[in-house]
């Protein structure tokens, strides 16, 4: 599995990666990033990236000069990508996205898998000139209906989702299995350790009883029941904002 992350803050980037999860997977060998800050393909003095945006308005826009130049150069070196850009407007991303990622490393070519290395390219500031992304046609990810300073959260949201599939990654394969949303599922059960009781508060006796039956049936109509009421409250969600923006 091999990323390519495009942005103009590598180090922050880095540093992530370097952590946790993605940096066992990295030095592993599971997975592969490469960092490449698009300002290095900026032709003035002042390595200039952004501009004032046509029809007026506030903020800055990102030219498509070094985006499109820092594309070809990585493609010229390291072969054709799949090329996501993280942007507001883009198919919200989920668990189904994840695993058609990591879907590679689990069959290799074999399948309907696209075997291409992933580049994840990092907006800041107003957003792309649309033309970057027309001329390169790249796919559009949002990770959630708000907004952050820039793509590089998004970019490692993405990473770490698809990673923590690919096993050996994690301590125990099955926890990727057995998440919230795996393979099209609702939310995990919710889980307990040591002590038996914390500050009044005691386990529940199914999973002190060694009933396997038992427990995994209790665990199913947890699963069952948070799923729902989180689907609940989030319908409940829209529809309050619906008649807001109606006011």
């Known amino acids: 599995m091999l990323f390519s992350i495009l942005t103009l803050f590598p180090d922050a980037v ?30 003035d003095r002042h390595r200039t990236v952004d501009d004032r945006p046509f029809g007026g308005g506030p903020g ?32 919200t991303f989920d ?13 290799g070519s074999s399948g309907d898998t696209d075997p291409r290395p992933v580049l994840l ?5 107003e ?3 649309d033309r970057a992304l027309t001329l390169l046609d790249f796919e559009r990810l949002s990770i959630g209906n708000f907004v952050l300073a820039g793509g590089e959260l998004g970019a490692l ?8 599939l690919v096993p050996g990654v994690l301590g125990d394969d099955r926890s990727a299995v057995e998440d919230s949303y795996s393979n099209g599922g ?9 002590p ?21 049936a209790w665990r199913r109509a947890q699963s069952e029941a948070r799923t729902k009421a989180k689907e609940e409250s989030s319908h409940a969600g829209t529809k309050y904002n619906q008649s807001s923006d109606e006011r």
């Open 14 to 43: 880095e540093s992530y990666l370097d952590v946790g999860v993605l940096g066992i997977a990295r030095a592993r060998g599971l997975v592969q990033t490469r960092v490449v800050d698009f300002r290095d393909f900026t032709r």
């Open 95 to 107: 668990q189904s996205h994840a695993e058609a990622l990591a879907a590679p490393a689990l069959t």
């Open 186 to 194: 609702g939310l995990d059960h919710p889980h307990f350790t040591r």
């Open 157 to 164: 949201v993405v990473i770490e989702a698809a990673a923590r």
């Open 127 to 129: 957003g792309f000139d």
């Open 196 to 216: 038996r009781v914390f500050r009044g508060i005691g386990v529940p006796d199914v999973l002190l009883s060694g009933d396997h039956a038992g427990i995994d």
């Open 121 to 125: 390219l990092c907006g800041r500031y």
């Open 60 to 91: 800055m826009v990102l030219k498509p000069e070094p985006i499109v130049e820092a594309v070809e150069w990585l493609e010229g070196r390291y072969g054709p990508h799949r090329r996501i850009a993280l942007t507001p407007d883009g198919v």
